[in-house]
């Protein structure tokens, strides 16, 4: 019975994440006609081929050739792939609602916090190293997102694995639903920042990309999803701010990677404004998500891996 027990509750946080994916699919296939979008079916056809072949190699590895290093690999990228892409459609929905902009509100936040835009952007570019170390760190989240599925499947550390995923599903969902509410265009654009105060980035307007789509959006310029040219929409909540402190939690057992990452994320969370176009409270407000996140997934158990499974891991 305890063994029963303690399989469903590794696979509690992740059946919870896949109903949740499933949810904002629905919502997106009743929205998208419902809206008068479009979307293009060859990136989609190609998208579905790779889920296949994940669940196919998800359900060889775990009924007919048990390994469950290989099953786990295969479902976290199943998963990452198929929420990931429902996730961005929705948002892409959201934003096309044209709800007024909160940029104002939040930059006068920033001002009480004595947090200066400007300032922070005429620091980097006095500091070109120190720009691009900044840009460096911050384009590492994918990778992250890489190397903390991989290095917990090799340790054995599934349950913990699946608990990032869950992690990574419920914050980037709850950014999505805040950034719905109170939509912003971010500081750049707020600003309207000049080319002599752009950071020496390997692209300086790589920050700000994402405001030609929200535009287009919100003036209903845009009717076909770009799903191979999908963009970080958001600025309020910073997501990639949550992902540094979910990653790092996650990789808190593994310590030979975990000091190191440490390190990146900070230098990515120091880089956020001028990297991912975003206000302070941008940033304390992906901090909150995440802590919070944490903190409820540990409060209810799921965070650890089952005593018999963490004691035959392999050895860090």
Known sequence: MSGNRNAADMRSPMR??????????????????????????????????????????????LRLRPDAIIAALAEAAAFLIFFTLVLEIFCYLCTALDRPLWDAPLAAADRALGFDFRTHLSYLVQRPRVARLLELC?????????????????????????????????????????AAVFPTLG????????????PAFTDPRAGWDQVPHILALRGGAM??????????????????????????????????????????????ILGAPSNGDHYLCDLLAGALIAVVAIAVLTRRGLAGEPRALAQGAPAE
């Open 138 to 178: 911050y384009n590492t989240s994918m990778l992250q997102i890489a190397v903390t599925v991989v290095a917990l499947a090799i340790t054995g550390r599934l349950a913990r694995l699946r608990a990032f995923l869950a992690l990574f599903a419920f914050t980037a969902a709850a950014v999505i639903g805040i």
């Open 223 to 268: 009717r076909t999803l770009p799903l191979t040219d999908l963009r970080g929409l958001v600025s309020f909540p910073s997501f990639h701010t949550a992902l540094a402190f979910i990653t790092v939690w996650a990789l808190l057992p593994v310590r030979r990677i975990v000091v190191p990452l440490f390190a990146v994320n900070a230098a990515l």
């Open 16 to 61: 919870w994440a896949w109903v949740l994916a499933i949810a904002i699919a629905v919502a997106d296939c009743l929205w998208i006609p419902a809206a008068g979008f479009r979307v293009p079916a060859m990136p989609l056809l190609r998208i579905a081929a790779f889920l296949a072949v994940m669940g196919i190699l998800w359900w060889v590895y």
């Open 187 to 198: 500081p750049y654009s707020y600003f309207n920042i000049p080319d002599s105060l752009l």
